[in-house]
Nanobody, 115 residues
Framework: QVQLVESGGGLVQPGGSLRFSCAASGFTFSAYVMRWYRQAPGLERELVASISPDGSPTYPSSMKGRFTISRENAKNTVNLHMNSLKPEDTAVYYC?????????WGQGTQVTVSS
């Protein structure tokens, strides 16, 4: 049974940093691209970053510069580090795995950027 469990997130002031993780189980983690998405209130879910099985990151142009995705295949975890946070980064952040047998999501972790 595939499980994606996010941890971290929380409340941070503008300009601050956050790091959170996703622990994966139930599939061969090291064989698949992993992704982070976010969804702000009233908006569609959008891609934040993706990382290949060998650790090569890809970012949409709108996300380049402030986000860093990484993975630890030995620990079945994928991480997202965010810096220079802005109020518009406030959203629920989701870990995602697109597998041959389904598209899986974590439960999400709330990030609130506010003074």
């Amino acid at each position: 049974q595939v499980q994606l469990v996010e941890s971290g997130g929380g409340l941070v002031q503008p300009g601050g940093s956050l790091r959170f993780s996703c622990a994966a189980s139930g599939f061969t983690f090291s064989a698949y691209v992993m992704r982070w998405y976010r969804q702000a209130p009233g908006l569609e879910r959008e891609l934040v970053a993706s990382i290949s099985p060998d650790g090569s990151p890809t970012y949409p142009s709108s996300m380049k510069g402030r986000f860093t995705i990484s993975r630890e295949n030995a620990k079945n975890t994928v991480n997202l580090h965010m810096n220079s946070l802005k109020p518009e980064d406030t959203a629920v952040y989701y870990c995602n795995a697109r597998l041959p047998f389904g598209n899986y999501w974590g439960q999400g972790t709330q990030v609130t950027v506010s003074s």
